[in-house]
T-cell receptor, first 110, second 113 residues
Framework: KAGVTQTPRYLIKTRGQQVTLSCSPISGHRSVSWYQQTPGQGLQFLFE???????NKGNFPGRFSGRQFSNSRSEMNVSTLELGDSALYLC?????????FGPGTRLTVL | KQEVTQIPAALSVPEGENLVLNCSFTDSAIYNLQWFRQDPGKGLTSLLL?????REQTSGRLNASLDKSSGRSTLYIAASQPGDSATYLC????????????FGSGTRLLVRP
């Protein structure tokens, strides 16, 4: 069974631009969660989608948004990028209790 | 607000040593607790999951315990190997229906040959 895939794996953007990251969950998983990982703040929860509905949201500004499609694939968008948005963005899919993480997208904002 | 703390932040041990990683959380109303491993620049690999009603889980050389009332979990690694070198993270899931995880800051483990 294929694992969680994330595209792209690496991304370089400049301040003020916007970016869209994609996550394909494990087949059959309906929940997708997104996390931001930085050296200073560690792993922080962004939001969770279940059956195309946002079920929970972390404490991030409105520049961070996401959505989930009917096939459970999810995208997250960050608008008006800031230097502090440089991070590893991880998504996880879940079916029962265990969460399975993808390899992440490394975003660098210059 | 749930907070998760991991001690120590870093650990260096010689190969073959048994070791214990600690995780504590402030709100005992958790659904489960999960231990992950992260290699540099990579995603997270799930090691063990303990439901709130369980006391421990074992997988190979790994054993995780949970004391919900005291807000503590430990990950025991037996006969450590250089391949165990990684960052170990614990995460708790709250009592609601969401899959939201609150992570600790991790313990960076180095096993010396």
């Amino acid at each position: 069974k294929a694992g969680v895939t994330q595209t792209p794996r690496y991304l370089i953007k400049t301040r003020g631009q916007q970016v869209t990251l994609s996550c394909s969950p494990i087949s059959g998983h309906r929940s997708v969660s997104w996390y931001q990982q930085t050296p200073g703040q560690g792993l922080q929860f962004l939001f969770e989608y279940f059956s195309e509905t946002q079920r929970n949201k972390g404490n991030f500004p409105g520049r961070f948004s996401g959505r989930q499609f009917s096939n459970s694939r999810s995208e997250m968008n960050v608008s008006t990028l800031e230097l502090g948005d440089s991070a590893l963005y991880l998504c996880a899919s879940s079916r029962r209790d265990t969460q399975y993480f993808g390899p992440g997208t490394r975003l660098t904002v210059l | 607000k749930q907070e998760v703390t991991q001690i120590p932040a870093a650990l260096s041990v010689p190969e073959g040593e048994n070791l214990v990683l600690n995780c504590s959380f402030t709100d005992s109303a958790i659904y489960n607790l999960q231990w992950f491993r992260q290699d540099p620049g990579k995603g997270l690999t799930s090691l063990l999951l303990i439901q709130s009603s369980q006391r421990e889980q074992t997988s190979g050389r790994l054993n995780a315990s949970l004391d919900k009332s005291s807000g503590r979990s430990t990950l025991y690694i037996a006969a450590s190997q250089p391949g165990d070198s990684a960052t170990y993270l614990c995460a708790v899931r709250g009592g609601d229906s969401s899959y939201k995880l609150i992570f600790g800051s991790g313990t960076r483990l180095l096993v010396r040959p």
